[in-house]
């Protein structure tokens, strides 16, 4: 499997995050995007209910969080027992103004402990016009800052969740990525992004990994086993998907996403609906 230098690690583990990191070729890359918006055309309105978990949908996209040139890295920092807990895609539409406000993603989705890290696959070109992560580096190694819920409209995070003081946003740096390319960011680290002036969307593949010691503290919930064995049988551990948007399939979504609304959205909100 495809991992690290031990420089490498050590970056990871100074910095918080690890960036550009080659993953799929630029023909692969075209061809998984191609595969998302075949499957947002398809959705129409209900597009929005493919943004969490459509590992458990659809073939190609289990394939894609299962692949070695990803999961090889992310056990080079997290230990050879890996699970898959969330797929989320982040995409600003050219124009749209979009940004993500800078937060610790630690502080409110319930895993202990911070064992955990994000692989952001980057399916279209994410140079610095098109608002790429944005790191605090070491950030991670600090506390846990008061995040205020601004509920912005131009903001892509669920709550607008924002941390408005006690760090120096001018530490910030920018991780730009070819399409096909990844950065690995911790799960305390803070970080956001600003928005796409650019006429392409910036699509960017959001994949959250934990090692199999973390527990969800606030909701049962599910996982997939990417790497090495389960002793601890914290997470329900789904299978892949038998057939593209088979009826089992959509059943075990609706859970997940379900199970995964409880546990970021305290106030009660559910998911878009599926169909
Ligand atoms: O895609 C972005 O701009 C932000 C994504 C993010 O906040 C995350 O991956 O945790």
Same mark, same amino acid.
Request: aromatic share 8%.
């Given at each position: 499997?495809?991992?690290?230098?031990?420089? !490498?690690?050590?970056?990871?583990?100074?910095?918080?995050?690890?960036?550009?990191?080659?993953?799929?070729?630029?023909? +692969?890359?075209?061809?998984?995007?191609?595969?998302?918006?075949?499957? +947002?055309?398809?959705?129409?309105?209900?597009?929005?209910?493919?943004?969490?978990?459509?590992h458990? &949908?659809?073939r $190609?996209a289990w394939d !894609?969080?299962c692949?070695?040139?990803?999961?090889? /890295?992310?056990?080079?920092?997290?230990?050879?027992?890996?699970?898959?807990?969330?797929?989320? $895609?982040? %995409?600003?539409?050219?124009?749209?103004?979009?940004?993500?406000?800078?937060?610790?993603?630690?502080?409110? $989705?319930?895993?202990?402990?911070?064992?955990?890290?994000?692989? $952001?696959?980057?399916?279209?070109?994410?140079?610095?016009?098109?608002?790429?992560?944005?790191?605090? /580096?070491?950030?991670?190694?600090?506390?846990?800052?008061?995040?205020?819920?601004?509920?912005?409209?131009?903001?892509? &995070?669920?709550?607008?969740?924002?941390?408005?003081?006690?760090?120096? +946003?001018?530490?910030?740096?920018?991780?730009?990525?070819?399409?096909?390319?990844?950065?690995?960011?911790?799960?305390?680290?803070?970080?956001?992004?600003?928005?796409?002036?650019?006429?392409?969307?910036? %699509?960017?593949?959001?994949?959250?990994?934990?090692?199999?010691?973390?527990?969800?503290?606030?909701?049962?919930?599910?996982?997939?086993?990417?790497?090495?064995?389960?002793?601890?049988?914290?997470? +329900?551990?789904?299978?892949p998907p038998?057939?593209?948007?088979?009826? !089992?399939?959509?059943?075990?979504?609706?859970? !997940?996403?379900?199970?995964?609304?409880?546990? &970021?959205?305290?106030?009660?909100?559910?998911?878009?609906?599926?169909?």
């Open positions: 499997m495809a991992s690290l230098s031990a420089e !490498a690690v050590q970056a990871f583990h100074r910095d918080g995050f690890l960036s550009p990191i080659p993953v799929f070729s630029p023909d +692969e890359a075209r061809a998984l995007r191609a595969a998302l918006e075949q499957a +947002e055309n398809e959705a129409g309105p209900r597009a929005d209910a493919l943004r969490i978990d459509l458990l &949908l659809t $190609w !894609a969080v692949d070695p040139r990803i999961v090889g /890295p992310v056990t080079a920092v997290l230990g050879p027992d890996v699970l898959l807990w969330s797929l989320q $895609w982040f %995409i600003k539409e050219p124009g749209d103004g979009k940004i993500v406000s800078f937060h610790q993603d630690a502080t409110y $989705w319930g895993l202990e402990p911070h064992d955990v890290v994000t692989a $952001w696959v980057a399916l279209s070109d994410s140079g610095p016009e098109t608002g790429p992560m944005r790191f605090v /580096p070491g950030s991670h190694r600090g506390p846990l800052f008061d995040h205020r819920e601004t509920y912005a409209a131009d903001n892509l &995070l669920s709550r607008g969740q924002t941390i408005d003081a006690g760090f120096d +946003e001018g530490r910030a740096v920018l991780a730009p990525l070819r399409a096909g390319e990844m950065s690995l960011h911790h799960v305390r680290l803070i970080h956001g992004s600003q928005p796409n002036t650019t006429a392409d969307r910036r %699509i960017g593949m959001v994949i959250r990994y934990a090692a199999t010691r973390v527990r969800q503290t606030r909701v049962e919930d599910t996982a997939v086993l990417v790497a090495g064995q389960d002793g601890y049988g914290h997470f +329900e551990l789904l299978p038998a057939v593209d948007m088979g009826d !089992a399939e959509r059943e075990r979504h609706g859970y !997940a996403v379900a199970q995964l609304y409880k546990a &970021l959205m305290p106030e009660g909100r559910v998911p878009p609906p599926a169909r």
